[in-house]
């Protein structure tokens, strides 16, 4: 079975920067896109960024374009989101998924997704 485990997120004042990993197993990674959402407390899973199979496109959220930075590394089966200058309202748990098929900025057309790790923001 295909496992996504997520790891780099923790406390961050505003304005610092976090660096998360997101290392697949059980899966030809390099055949898929990959995606980061995000989710707060009583809110919508919601897009972040997108990174195609052979990373030569990266989407973002647009709100977010500018500060984080999505990459990948198929050598590791490992995709990064890079935050910078984050805020407090980047608090929330950010997943990583594997795509499968339609609309990449949905949920619904990812496959498998990872267990999450927070990310908090202090101001």
């Known amino acids: 079975q295909v496992q996504l485990v997520e790891s780099g997120g923790g406390l961050v004042q505003t304005g610092g920067s976090l660096r998360l990993s997101c290392a697949a197993s059980?899966?030809?990674?390099?055949?898929?896109?990959m995606g980061w959402f995000r989710q707060a407390p009583g809110k919508e899973r919601e897009f972040v960024a997108a990174?195609?199979?052979?990373?030569?496109?990266?989407y973002y959220r647009e709100s977010l374009a500018g500060r984080f930075f999505i990459d990948r590394d198929d050598a590791k089966s490992t995709v990064y989101l890079q935050m910078n200058s984050l805020k407090p309202e980047d608090t929330a748990v950010y997943y990583c998924?594997?795509?499968?098929?339609?609309?990449?900025?949905?949920?619904?057309?990812?496959?498998?997704w990872g267990q999450g790790t927070q990310v908090t923001v202090s101001s």
């Open positions: 059980g899966s030809t990674f390099s055949n898929y896109m």
């Open positions: 990174i195609s199979r052979t990373g030569a496109s990266k």
């Open positions: 998924a594997e795509h499968r098929s339609g609309n990449f900025r949905v949920r619904a057309s990812y496959e498998y």
